[in-house]
Nanobody, 116 residues
Framework: QVQLVESGGGLVQVGGSLRLSCAAS?????HGWYRRAPGKQREWVAS???????NYADSVKGRFTISRDNAQNTVYLQMNSLKPEDTAVYYC?????????????WGQGTQVTVSS
């Protein structure tokens, strides 16, 4: 199993920045960040695979950056130029491939609030 601990959320003004962290208990095949805004479905934000490939949702391209510290098994989400639409609970996801099986694990979530 994988234990995930998130941190870094908080209150910011429009245009501000935050960096979210997700510490994993072991290396994983893929890390992803997701968010859920009030009244909306969960949305994929960014991902980082074991091969170093990064992907971003169109809504955050150019503003958010996902990175990974392999030695510490930690993934980060640097969020710049924040907008009120970014307000949501952010969740870290870790995917493990074990033989032919896939397993997903989730962090506890961290609140990001951007005031207008």
């Amino acid at each position: 199993q994988v234990q995930l601990v998130e941190s870094g959320g908080g209150l910011v003004q429009v245009g501000g920045s935050l960096r979210l962290s997700c510490a994993a208990s072991r290396s994983v095949y893929r890390h992803g960040w997701y968010r859920r805004a009030p009244g909306k479905q969960r949305e994929w934000v960014a991902s980082f695979t074991s091969g170093g490939i990064t992907n971003y949702a169109d809504s955050v391209k150019g503003r958010f950056t996902i990175s990974r510290d392999n030695a510490q098994n930690t993934v980060y989400l640097q969020m710049n130029s924040l907008k009120p639409e970014d307000t949501a609970v952010y969740y870290c996801n870790a995917r493990i491939l074990e033989r032919t099986l896939m397993y997903d694990y989730w962090g506890q979530g961290t609140q990001v609030t951007v005031s207008s």
